[in-house]
Every structure is written in structure tokens, then in C-alpha cells.
């Protein structure tokens, strides 16, 4: 297995056993003045130096970083300049202001500099960088993605660094895609290359949502969960990643999770830190602060954990403590089965406003799915929806809505987590015994049997309560699918996904909001099931690690078909993560991960297949960019959170189907 092959490589490096560069580095004189940072230099002499000049990466996808550019100028003898990468965030403004005229060749637009100086072969830069990673220990020169360099100019560009720096002789090269690795392969042997598999085996801290809460530090078994009862004001360290918790003010793991695991998602919209940290339930620096309350800060390369009294906790969760969500009132006009396609119109108005109002009737889900199935060339299954007013008029005539007040007015219900636990599961046992109206089964049965014939059908949440602002509530429902052979097997299905209404966590997830339970209705989006999936997937239209958008791509985390469900991973499973740079030349893949359920040296996503999902990821990008993004006035963030499968009878020839859609919150600050 692939992390058998990665525990070889950290001892390898450990026992300086390998073909690896020296580790001894020698610090000369430094020159750099305290508070007169210059522009560059031609050589790096010392750490403080290297650090005066470096900046956080443009990309934060392996912590713990610190990054600083290099341009050797072919044109001026090889001369090499180390930029101030605080001052100049990309190549082409360290050299239009330094190395452009007074006896240098004009520099002249980023779109012609960009074109010569990453692709042309005969160009007269050499451009890099220089990044040292704290976890492993290692400085590594990179390339951008899609920079077509040859070997020789890797070659030229490293023995440069390498000949005007201290670290020199601990530097090595990293491929940083696909397409570098391939022309990597030609390096001479005085090149040392590492991989990113090897650099994150040596990272012990993962950033997933950034930011800051106080709370009392808590430690759980994941295992434990489903018996343990947590606070609201907790913060909890894991020794694996659950598929589910209910709401705390922080998670830190010892697994590492993924940007788009489901408990990374919830930590988003919560907008509470979670961070991944290797042996975090032996961490000494947090053992010491067991049970204690804490302020808990991560940020893109960095954590801390400090202790604060209850005081302060309590001032800071008085300040912090969310606010009351109103939900908006349903829609119970609408009673028709109604193809996707009309679920969402457009037309008048903005099509956020379209969006808001067929939440009304048909949840969140529905209203997204519409708009997609209106994009064309986004391939996805043909579909209906149901809306909320069936799953009201369910709730109003079997006397459920009733029951559902007596238990809000249940002291034993509101204060004891497990009596809560115990009458909610009673309560979705009785939405399961319920019986649905006759005309609404009438209706659903001639439109299966005119339109899905001998079809599975999978009955999908689309409620009033997710994917809104201040509320997203990504994966709170569930969904349900029913055999074509048995029509009591579709109600039961209707009923199950009805009554994930009122599972534990997310009853909870709504009552820390102060949402009106009875306030909640479900609609439900409605097609065929995947029955032969290949791959699943979840993926972001914009580079999660990238705040600065100076490196788009898109985040892909995709898992081959089977058990192993890409947001719900067993324990140990790992899945193919990667930044697509799909609007560069040469659309390069950048892996952070890889899966270890397919063959070694394989991906689960053929070239081809990653192509045919860029381009729905783009266009799904621009479809809402007028709803959520730039096209609306929105600055700051943007990116839509896709979820998709590939089904067919192989992986080789498996076809991409978008399932859903919705705003994503960002990665924090």
C-alpha cells in the first residue's frame, strides 16, 4: 500500500540512507540591515536573510512554509536574484521594475511575459522558488506547474541557487505537477528530487478551516462518539476523523482529513478552526491543557493553544455565540410534481432572488440542481422535485408536529443530551410509521411509471434550512433510494429522508442556531440512482489554498467507486487529491495525495475524464459567479462546491454526472 511505501521514504530520509543532499548547511555573515529590506540579492548568506525576504506561498497546501522567488536572467550572464517576496508577490513585478531598460531588454505586458518566460524555450528568464518546509525540514527549488522548463534549464536554474546560497547543500528539487515530474525524471544526478508524497510524510500539521475559538479543551476516542455527548463550547482532540459531530467550537485530529471531508465542511460553516495534527492525543503541549478553557488559533502555517480563565471564555462566547437564524417561511401553494428544469425560473430579476424564492418551495438542493440542468454542458440526470407542502401536510396529519411540541416542552428533553438522543430516534420511528396521502401517492406512482419506468430512485433532501447564508448546513439530511420493484419501498424511502429531519446532530446543529424546529419543511429532488459508480467526488471551483487568486485552480478530491465514499472515508483510506490549473497552458495537475484503493502509480481519474470535469467545473463557476460570485459584486472569495460521480460499466469508460451545487463558505481567515 502506498503508505507503507511513504513510511519507507520518512526513514529513509531520516537515516540519510538515500541519494540525498548534504545535510550539513553553514550559516555565513548576513546582509541585511534590521528594518532595510532590500529589493533582492544576488546570494543568501544566512536564515534571517532568507526569511527578511521570503512570504507565505502562494500556494498553502503543504503548511508550514516559507517561500522566497528566484529569477536568473540568461540575458546578463546567468546573474541570479533572490526578490523580496513580501514586496513582489509574483515574478513578472520584481523584473518589470528591476530588470526592465537602462541596459536591459524592455519588459512589457504580464500577458507577453507570462507567454515567453513559462513556455518559450529560447526565454530570458529562469523562474522559481525557493521554499523552506519546517515539518520535514527540507529546502526544495520549485517551478510553476505550468512552466514547460526543459531539464537543462531545471538543471541551470538549481546549480545557481544551489552555488549562492547557505542551504545549498541541503537543497533538492520538487516537482510541483504532473507534467514537471515527467521532465524531472531527466535530471541529472546532481539534481536530488523529492516528491510531495515524501514532503508531506514529513509535515505534522495540517491547516483545514482557519481561525480562532475559545473553549474547554476536550479529548475523545472518534470510536466514542456515538455514545459521548459534547458541548458547544468545546473544544475537541480526535485521534481519527469521525464522519459526523455535533456542533463544538474546534476540532484537531491526529488523521488528516480532506478540504471537502464532511467534518471539514461543517467546521466551515460554523466558521470554527479545525486543523490536523500528527500524535495530537500525545501532544505534551496539549495534554497540559486538558479540560482547561483555551484559545485555540490556526492559521495557514502555524497553531497555538493557549490557556485563558472562564471568564474570558465566557466574554469571548458572548461576543461570538451565533446569531438567531429565521428560516424563511414555505412555500405551500405549490403542490405540482415539477420537472427540474421549472423548479428555479428565470427571467425578472437576479438569479440570487430566483434561487431565494424556489427555496421557498423546493429547498435548497432543488433550486441549485435547476439552475444546473438549464447550464448546458453540465451532464447530469434527468430529475423532478416534490415540494415541501407534502412533507407538511405528512407532518399536520399524522399528528407529528404535535408530538414534536411536546418535546420541545420537555425539560428532560431540552437539558439531557441522551434523553434528546433517545426521543429523537423515537420520533423519526414514528415519522417512519406514518402514512402518506393518497393523492400525493397517486401522483408520484403515474409519474415513476410515465417517466422512470423499472428505475431505483434515489429521493434526495432539499430542505428550507441549508445552503443559506448564515446557515448552509451542508449534509445535515440524508437521502434514501427506492426500488422500482416495490412502490412501499419508495414511501419508505420518502419517509427515511423526511425524518433525517430530526437526527441528533442535526437537531442540535439547529437548536445552537436558535432555529424554530417546526419552522423546517423538505422538499425533495428526485431521479434515477447510480448504480454501477466508479468514481464519486467532491471538488471546489477555485484553489482553496490560494487567498490571493494568483494561482486558480480547481480543488479535486475524488475516491473510485466502492465502499470507500469520498466525504465519509474509513479510517486509513486516503483518495486522490489535486489543484487542476485547467485555465493555464498545458492545464496542470498538482497532487496532494494520492488514493491508496487503486494500483500504485495510478490515478482514479483518467487526463481525459479530469478534462471533461474542468470544464463543467468551469462552467458551473460562471453559471453562479452572478449569484455568489464576481458577476454580483461579490469581492473576496468565491467558489461553488460540486459534488459528482462517474457512472458506467468501467472506470476507463465511466461518464461524469454532476449531482449537486452550492456557494462555498472559504477556508476562513
Not at 501 to 511: I, P, S
Not at 603 to 617: K, S
Request: negative net charge; charged residues 20%.
Amino acid at each position: 500500500m502506498r503508505s507503507h511505501s511513504l513510511w519507507i521514504v520518512t526513514l529513509c530520509m531520516l537515516a540519510l540512507s538515500c541519494t540525498r543532499p548534504d545535510d550539513q548547511v553553514q550559516e555565513g555573515a548576513c546582509q541585511i540591515e534590521s528594518g532595510s529590506t532590500p529589493d533582492s540579492l544576488s546570494t543568501v548568506t544566512c536564515q534571517a536573510d532568507f526569511l527578511a525576504l521570503a512570504s507565505d506561498p502562494l500556494d498553502t497546501s503543504l503548511p508550514g512554509a516559507q517561500s522566497g522567488k528566484v529569477v536568473l536572467d540568461q540575458s546578463d550572464w546567468n546573474s541570479l536574484y533572490f526578490q523580496n517576496s513580501k514586496k513582489f508577490k509574483i515574478h513578472y513585478e520584481f523584473a518589470s521594475t528591476h530588470l526592465s531598460g537602462n541596459g536591459h531588454p524592455i519588459i512589457t505586458s504580464l500577458s507577453e511575459f507570462n507567454t515567453t518566460q513559462y513556455f518559450a524555450p529560447d526565454r530570458r528568464f529562469l523562474l522559481g522558488a525557493v521554499t523552506y518546509y519546517s515539518g520535514p525540514n527540507v529546502w526544495a527549488l520549485e517551478i510553476a506547474g505550468y512552466d514547460t522548463s526543459s531539464a537543462d534549464m531545471i538543471a541551470t536554474l538549481y546549480q545557481k541557487v544551489r552555488k549562492s546560497s547557505y542551504f545549498g547543500p541541503k537543497l533538492y528539487f520538487h516537482p510541483t505537477s504532473d507534467s514537471v515530474a515527467v521532465e524531472a525524471k531527466k535530471l541529472p544526478s546532481s539534481v536530488p528530487v523529492i516528491t510531495t508524497d515524501e514532503l508531506y510524510a514529513g509535515i505534522d500539521y495540517q491547516p483545514l478551516n482557519l481561525g480562532t475559538a475559545v473553549g474547554r479543551l476536550r479529548f475523545v476516542h472518534a470510536a466514542d462518539l456515538a455514545t459521548t455527548y459534547l458541548g458547544y463550547r468545546e473544544i475537541v482532540v480526535l485521534d481519527h476523523v469521525p464522519n459526523d459531530i455535533s456542533v463544538v467550537q474546534g476540532i484537531i485530529t491526529e488523521e488528516f482529513q480532506t478540504p471537502l471531508s464532511h467534518v471539514n465542511v461543517l467546521s466551515q460553516n460554523r466558521k470554527n478552526p479545525n486543523m490536523g495534527l500528527r500524535k495530537a492525543m500525545q501532544n505534551d503541549q496539549l495534554l497540559a491543557l486538558k479540560d482547561k478553557w483555551v484559545k485555540l488559533e490556526v492559521s495557514a502555517n502555524r497553531w497555538s493553544v493557549t490557556e485563558v480563565s472562564q471568564a474570558d471564555a465566557d466574554t469571548w462566547w458572548n461576543a461570538h455565540k451565533p446569531t438567531p437564524v429565521v428560516l424563511p417561511a414555505a412555500n405551500l401553494a405549490v403542490t405540482d410534481l415539477r420537472d427540474v428544469e421549472q423548479v428555479t425560473p428565470e427571467g425578472s430579476g437576479t438569479l440570487r432572488d430566483a434561487i431565494k424564492s424556489a427555496v421557498l418551495a423546493f429547498g435548497g438542493k432543488a433550486a441549485h440542481y435547476s439552475i444546473l440542468a438549464k447550464t448546458q454542458g453540465v451532464p447530469l440526470h434527468k430529475a423532478f422535485a416534490i415540494p415541501v407542502v407534502y412533507y407538511y401536510r405528512f407532518m399536520q396529519q399524522n399528528g407529528l408536529f404535535a408530538q414534536l411540541d411536546a418535546l420541545l416542552a420537555s425539560s428532560d428533553f431540552q437539558n439531557n443530551p441522551a434523553t434528546r438522543d433517545a426521543k429523537l430516534a423515537a420520533f423519526r420511528t414514528a415519522i417512519m410509521n406514518g402514512t402518506i396521502e393518497q393523492s400525493f401517492q397517486d401522483a408520484l406512482k403515474a409519474k415513476l411509471a410515465a417517466e422512470y419506468p423499472g428505475l431505483d430512485m434515489r429521493f434526495r433532501s432539499s430542505t428550507n434550512s441549508e445552503d443559506l447564508e448564515g446557515f448552509p448546513c451542508a449534509g445535515c439530511y440524508e437521502s434514501h433510494t427506492g426500488k422500482a420493484s416495490s412502490f412501499s419501498d419508495v414511501l419508505d424511502a420518502i419517509r427515511a429522508t423526511w425524518s433525517s429531519a430530526f437526527l441528533f446532530r442535526t437537531f442540535e446543529e439547529r437548536t445552537y442556531y436558535s432555529i424554530d424546529h417546526k419552522s423546517v419543511v423538505m422538499a425533495l429532488l428526485v431521479h434515477r440512482n447510480f448504480p454501477t459508480e466508479e468514481a464519486n467526488g467532491v471538488a471546489l471551483t477555485a484553489n482553496p489554498y490560494d487567498p490571493s487568486g494568483l494561482q486558480p485552480g480547481f480543488y479535486i478530491n475524488v475516491q473510485a467507486g466502492g465502499d470507500a465514499e469520498v466525504v465519509h472515508p474509513p479510517a486509513g483510506v486516503t483518495s486522490d487529491q489535486f489543484i487542476y490549473q485547467f485555465a493555464e497552458p498545458g492545464q496542470p495537475i498538482s497532487y496532494i495525495a494520492h488514493s491508496n484503493v487503486v494500483l500504485e502509480g495510478t490515478t482514479v481519474l483518467t487526463r481525459a475524464q479530469t478534462y471533461q470535469l474542468g470544464q463543467a467545473l468551469d462552467l458551473i463557476h460562471q453559471r453562479f459567479s452572478s449569484a455568489y460570485g464576481p458577476a454580483a459584486g461579490v469581492n473576496g472569495w468565491y467558489a461553488m462546491d460540486v459534488e459528482f460521480k462517474f457512472d458506467g460499466d468501467t472506470a476507463e469508460t465511466a461518464t461524469l454526472y454532476v449531482k449537486q451545487a452550492r456557494s462555498n463558505p472559504g477556508r476562513g481567515n
